[in-house]
């Protein structure tokens, strides 16, 4: 693919009334891009421009990046006149549902094929491992075509095209460059989009993944009018009263290991049932253990039912928690991974904190 820019119509670059000029459109801000990354770049806009009808799907319980991400592909496939469906095992987070079409991103258990053949063509984002995408796989043809977008160490390069940067801080970063590398011109729904991705996986842009690069990318998505302290608020700051109530009984039983170097909590299907909380309540709680100083490892275990746990690691140190989380057939980040333990909550407590006490 080219590098040469392409040439756009004043209206093309119409956003709410007001005209960009084309000096407001995407260019490199890193330069050069390196040469296998931009090849990646190049096959996978190649992918999407010779396909159509594609299912669009990211990991289970969606987090802010596999929201933007699946909404910012949807987008591209709106702009470029193509079929696709967006679907997901889990519900949006109420939180995320102000992004543009985050309403149409159908739910797995919800929505079925209605009749319709499985999908031929896919787009995975922000998704580590295939079998992440849980029950939407009934939705993927066995010989289907996969383009794979992600971000995470973990990922297997699974799909016929994978678009993979390890050290991006979200999948949302990697979507700016690839709209960059395809000419593509920004407007004020696909910036906070992007500018959602980022700032959620960057956890405010205080996570040591966020570079320079992601700072750049942030205030140029800013410049078209996104309003990144109503979108801070609403996904950092507010917490709702279930969310509280979940933050209170989950401190209750706070737990330290290894002279306090490890800290976790734990919640049961009881705490969501009684406090009324939901899945995206439990976002942000396992920074609590981790946040306490002298703790190296923070962990929360959500009990799913009797005999699964979901657990979620954060590193504050150098302990490289998706090796841990690979143990058990889990994955993430160097510093936020997680994963399932099928178990009963006390065995499942002992055994993952048994392997963080050896990784110390």
């Excluded at 709680?285 to 962990?299: D, F, H, Q, S, T």
Aim: hydrophobic fraction near 40%.
């Amino acid at each position: 693919m080219s590098n040469k820019k392409a040439d756009f119509t004043q209206e093309q670059l119409q956003n709410n009334g007001k005209v960009l000029s084309a000096a407001n459109s995407l260019s490199q801000l890193d330069g050069a891009l390196p040469s296998s990354y931009a090849h990646d770049l190049d096959r996978a806009l190649t992918f999407i421009q010779e396909h159509d009808q594609f299912l669009v799907i990211a990991h289970v319980n969606p987090d802010g990046d596999a929201i933007s991400s699946t909404v910012a592909i949807g987008w591209l496939l709106a702009q470029w006149n193509k079929s696709f469906t967006m679907v997901n095992a889990n519900e949006v987070p109420s939180k995320l549902m102000f992004l543009s079409k985050a309403d149409e991103i159908q739910i797995a258990e919800q929505g079925h094929l209605e009749g319709r053949e499985p999908f031929q063509t896919v787009i995975c984002v922000d998704c580590a491992d295939y079998g992440r995408i849980g029950s939407i796989s009934d939705w993927v043809a066995p010989n289907a075509h996969i383009l794979n977008i992600d971000h995470h160490p973990t990922n297997n390069r699974y799909g016929n095209v994978a678009l993979i940067r390890e050290d991006a801080a979200a999948t949302a970063e990697i979507l700016f460059d690839l709209f960059d590398r395809g000419s593509i011109p920004l407007s004020n729904e696909i910036a906070t989009i992007l500018y959602t991705g980022l700032l959620t996986d960057t956890g405010g842009f205080r996570y040591s993944n966020t570079t320079p690069h992601v700072m750049e990318i942030a205030s140029k998505l800013l410049t078209y009018g996104v309003k990144g302290n109503v979108i801070a608020e609403r996904l950092l700051e507010a917490i709702s009263k279930p969310q509280m109530n979940l933050i209170q009984r989950g401190l209750s039983r706070l737990n330290y290991a290894s002279e306090e170097r490890i800290a976790w909590l734990y919640i049961t299907p009881e705490d969501m049932q009684q406090t009324g909380a939901s899945n995206e309540d439990l976002e942000g709680l396992v920074n609590y253990p981790r946040n306490i100083e002298g703790v190296e490892v923070g962990l929360l275990f959500k009990e799913v039912v009797p005999g699964r746990v979901k657990v979620s690691m954060r590193s504050a140190g150098d302990i490289n928690v998706a090796a841990i989380a690979q143990i058990f057939d889990g994955g993430g980040h160097v510093k936020a991974a997680g994963c399932t333990v099928h178990l009963p909550l006390k065995e499942a407590i002992q055994a993952v904190v048994e392997q963080v006490k050896q990784t110390l």
